[in-house]
């Protein structure tokens, strides 16, 4: 799904391109007709164009976040194995932080706990490298099967109506899990927890020191 919204905002990111080159030019063509206006039409060409950029903004920043929100708050979410990644390419957002597309082979189970081989693709931390293997939540619909992101682990803990489904895959002896540790630093970042229980050791002790 992150493959597919990329590639949506570089559309949306070459119509606000071109809106603002075309509201340049009628700027452009309406100062020369009217010369004692053009602190008027140069403000309304600045505001229209500012406005365009925020709404691009808006959705670069949120859409895949409400998306993720909406369907965590819906239950569709589901278990899945990882067990291969790979990168795809860079990827810059327009305030210029870096990150890296990430494809990642894995074995995704569904509420029936039926199993399912699963491609999907997600947008990693910049400082991403090898992605271990190991269990994480995902977002999924059956309806909508190349919707799949996944989920931080603090948005899982902090919805309790989700805690029978997760109890659900637990119980199943059929399925291998091994929690790894996801948040969301400039892009997901997923690693084992015996790599990251003593950085976040470290930052409540910063805390509690403040």
Known sequence: MQLRIAKLLNKLLAVVGLLILIGGGIM???????????IFFIGIFVVVSIILMTI????EARWDKRVITRMAQDGKIALVNISGAKRIMPMRDTGFVSYWLYEFQSELYDNECNKIE???????????NEIPSGSVYVTYDETKPGQVFIIPNVMISHMPHLAPIVKQYEEDKTIRIKYLDVYYNKGI?????????PDHMKK???KEDE
């Open 28 to 38: 452009f063509y309406s100062v020369r007709l009217y010369p004692d206006l053009r």
């Open 56 to 59: 691009y903004r808006w959705f």
């Open 118 to 128: 699963k491609v999907f693709y997600e947008k990693m931390n910049r400082e991403t």
């Open 189 to 197: 970042v997923i690693k084992n927890f015996k790599e990251t229980v």
């Open 204 to 206: 409540k002790a910063d």
